[in-house]
């Protein structure tokens, strides 16, 4: 067992866990935060993706312990104070998921890519920075009409 | 929980890893483990020490060194595809860089990590071997013409690091690659490189024994540099790889279109 801690959304957390503890379940199993999911053993569906030290990551393929002293967000971190961040209220609003399972690492992803760059996002550059995120349920239409609203108000904003 | 037990270490410098990798049974380097863990979880890899060279100082960070550019083999994919002085030098890495898997895989996947593996289908091969960078390790400077050397197999030493790579400045280089539909990993991918009289032509995805020089194009693009120059030219589909992809005499002709491409396309990589 090796003592850990990670900043998740805000707050550092400290637990034991053994060496071959993927980040993933560090924060589902030991954190008890369980929107981030795991969809796939080969890195290929993104359902994993949340934000460490600012940048999406999927955490099915990286070690706790490898990330000892990082800040990790997840999908639980994106509200403030019960009010949905601007991209999960245009999922919300664009009926940007159907079952949703995929949804948590469509919003990190989809987070990550307005940051780098900066809402100038086109839907040709949002499905190929959207590479990394399988939806199951196939609902990819209203997830880029999501995106594409949410990378609008995200130039409203930052102007 | 999904990998067997393990251990896992962080030296802080190569003695230090070295020391590490001399005391356990099967040990191996990690650095992005974005091609290791997936390959642990499925137990085709069953190492029971994992030592991350990622905070050791000599494989970090991106350098000119007059008219060379070094790479530390700790570098993610994201930070050769922004960085300046990549982008200045030899757009065509940076392209290439940004092109490979997705951008979460980009942001913790390592150039030293995919180089050591040598998949036959990795994109960096193609640049490293196209470019004639140098590999530098622990123990000795490895041209990349001596490198690499068939499928996952490359003329590391067990227990040998690679800190950074070397690229000579070329006058100029282009890539170019067609993705699996599936994968995304490219089913031919083509690097060219020009300095002076001299291009060389580096070819990945689609060799039966990995990366390789397509040297007929090689000479047919030093004479003329264009893409007519390609016209009629043809690796041997004997030696092309054949799978659900596509037949070797399929790969033979989507290489002299990808080579094409890249001659077309100086500067960039072009990716469908
Ligand atoms: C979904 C997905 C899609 C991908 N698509 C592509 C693609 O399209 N094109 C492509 O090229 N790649 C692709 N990859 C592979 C990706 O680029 C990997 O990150 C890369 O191949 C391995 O780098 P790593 O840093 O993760 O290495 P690791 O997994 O940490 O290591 C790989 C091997 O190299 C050894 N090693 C690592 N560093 C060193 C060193 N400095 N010295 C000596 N040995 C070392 C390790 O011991 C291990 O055997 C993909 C990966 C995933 C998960
Ligand atoms: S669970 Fe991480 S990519 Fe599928
Ligand atoms: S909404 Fe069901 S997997 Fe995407």
Not at chain 2, 148 to 175: K, M, N, R, V
Request: charged letters at 20%.
């Amino acid at each position: 067992m090796t003592e850990v801690t990670i900043t998740v959304n805000g707050d550092a957390q400290t637990h034991d866990v053994e060496d071959r503890t993927l980040l993933v379940h560090f924060l589902r199993d030991h954190v008890g935060l369980t929107g981030t999911h795991v969809g796939c053993d080969t890195t290929q569906c993104g359902a994993c993706t949340v934000h460490l030290d600012g940048k999406a990551v999927k955490s099915c393929t990286i070690l706790a312990v490898a990330v000892d002293g990082a800040e990790v967000r997840t999908i639980e971190g994106m509200a403030e104070q019960g009010v949905l961040s601007a991209i999960q209220q245009a999922f919300k609003d664009h009926h940007g998921l159907q079952c949703g399972f995929c949804t948590p690492g469509m919003v990190m992803a989809g987070a990550d890519m307005i940051r780098r760059y900066d809402g100038q996002l086109d839907e040709h550059t949002i499905r190929e920075e959207l590479d990394g995120n399988i939806c199951r349920c196939t609902g990819y239409t209203n997830i880029v009409k999501a995106l594409l609203s949410a990378a609008e108000s995200h130039r409203a904003t930052a102007s | 929980m999904y990998t067997y037990e393990f251990s896992y270490h962080k030296p802080k410098s190569v003695e230090e890893a070295l020391t590490l990798f001399g005391e356990f049974d099967a040990p191996s380097f990690l650095s992005g483990g974005h091609t290791l863990i997936p390959t642990m979880k499925n137990r085709l890899a069953m190492p029971d020490a994992l030592i991350d060279l990622r905070s050791i100082p000599d494989l970090q960070g991106i350098r000119r060194n007059g008219d060379r550019i070094e790479i530390g083999a700790a570098t993610t994919h994201y930070e050769t595809s922004t960085s300046d002085i990549v982008r200045e030098a030899i757009p065509a890495l940076a392209a290439l860089a940004g092109s490979i898997a997705d951008p979460q895989v980009r942001h913790v996947g390592t150039m030293g990590g995919s180089v050591a593996n040598n998949d036959p289908s990795a994109d960096y091969p193609s640049a490293v071997l196209s470019l004639g960078a140098d590999v530098v390790t622990n123990q000795r400077v490895i041209p990349a013409d001596e490198y690499f050397d068939g499928l996952f197999t490359t003329a590391l030493e067990e227990g040998e690091i690679i800190q950074h790579f070397s690229f000579p400045i070329p006058e100029s280089a282009g890539y170019a690659k067609l993705c699996s539909q599936a994968s995304r990993y490219p089913v031919a991918g083509s690097f060219v490189s020009k300095f002076g009289d001299t291009v060389r032509v580096g070819v990945t995805g689609a060799g039966s024994d990995g990366v390789f020089r397509w040297t007929e194009a090689e000479e047919a693009l030093s004479a003329d540099f264009s893409a007519g120059a390609l016209a009629g030219l043809l690796p041997d589909a004997e030696e092309m790889i054949t799978d659900l992809n596509g037949s070797g005499e399929y790969r033979a002709n989507l290489v002299a279109v990808v080579t094409r491409t890249a001659v077309e396309h100086q500067g960039t990589a072009n990716v469908r």
